[in-house]
């Protein structure tokens, strides 16, 4: 079979999907106390090209009223800056992604410092390290120098980072134990154990959790939110990925932070409004919203 043909049928789908207003989530009304934000979500690509403003709507309906977008490429994060200028609720990280690695100039640092002049851009990120996709020793090298380089740059401008870490967490603790002392911020949709949480909170970061947490594995991501102290939880999408159950399969979206605060919610016995308001006041807290 054609793949081409079969990721664009996919693709079609998921529209479809989307489009169809039967299958988005319905939530309840007299929800004027629900203040959500999502903390990290990836808005400023064409998936959301014909539907950005309906989709920025919907998540106000859901309470999610504000957003954080990420960069992860320098395209990417040219077009956040734009983003978060047009929309004002709104907000946005510059920074390359470990997977987007490219060797840094200084003129890559002075285009990420002149981004950050801009209008509601708080943070340096999406950065880090990434060991599941790139298995290549150099390659992971080049990673881990443009990880420290932002976390420097981030230093520089006194910003918040926000860091992804996939199959990485030795190497990204041991960078910020030493090079990242200094640096603040949120360890992004955090997939470690309960130890490594405890040694992230020691070192003052916040942690990020997203849609797996409503996955049928989710036993260790379980456990994180049932231990962490809630004033450094964080929630997020991380769309158009991640998309919690039992919206898997199509795209994900800022509103859906909901669903996941519901799952969170219920873990932590606590009431819906109750977990908005703390996780709203960290997100504010860390990204100066
Ligand atoms: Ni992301």
């Known amino acids: 079979m054609n793949t081409v043909a079969n990721c664009n049928k996919y693709r079609e789908k998921i529209m479809e999907l989307f489009e169809n207003p039967d299958t988005l989530p319905v ?32 998540a106000a309906r859901a309470g999610v009223k504000l957003m954080v977008n990420m960069g992860d490429r320098m395209e990417s994060s040219q077009r956040s800056v734009k983003l978060a200028a047009r929309y004002e609720n709104v907000y946005t990280g510059v920074g390359v992604h470990p997977e987007e690695a490219f060797p840094f100039t200084q003129a890559d640092d002075d285009r990420l410092a002149a981004w950050t002049k801009e209008p509601r851009v708080i943070a340096i990120g999406e950065i880090g390290l990434d060991y599941y996709w790139e298995k290549d ?8 120098d443009i990880f420290i380089r932002q ?14 870490d996939r199959d990485a967490h030795g190497d990204v603790l041991k960078i910020l134990q030493t090079e990242g002392r200094q640096n603040r911020g949120v360890v992004h949709c955090f997939s470690g154990s309960v130890e490594l949480a405890r040694e992230l909170l020691k ?70 409004a109750d977990l908005a308001a703390r996780t709203t006041k960290n997100a504010k807290e860390i990204y100066g919203l």
């Open 203 to 272: 070192l003052g970061w916040y942690l990020g959790v997203d849609g797996p947490i409503t996955y049928k594995n989710a036993k260790k991501g379980i456990e994180v939110v049932r231990e962490i102290p809630l004033d450094r939880l964080l929630l997020e999408t991380d769309s158009p990925y991640l998309t919690p159950h039992p919206y898997r399969g199509r795209r994900n979206e800022p509103g859906l932070v909901r669903v996941v605060a519901e799952k969170v919610a219920e873990l932590r016995e606590m009431s819906l």
């Open 137 to 144: 020793e150099d390659k992971r090298q080049l990673q881990r």
């Open 151 to 164: 976390l420097a740059l981030a230093r520089d401008l006194d910003l918040p980072v926000c860091i992804h």
């Open 27 to 58: 939530f309840s009304g007299g929800d004027e106390d629900i203040f959500l934000v999502d903390t990290h979500c990836h808005i400023d690509g064409e998936e959301y090209d014909h539907d950005r403003d309906g989709m920025i709507a919907r």
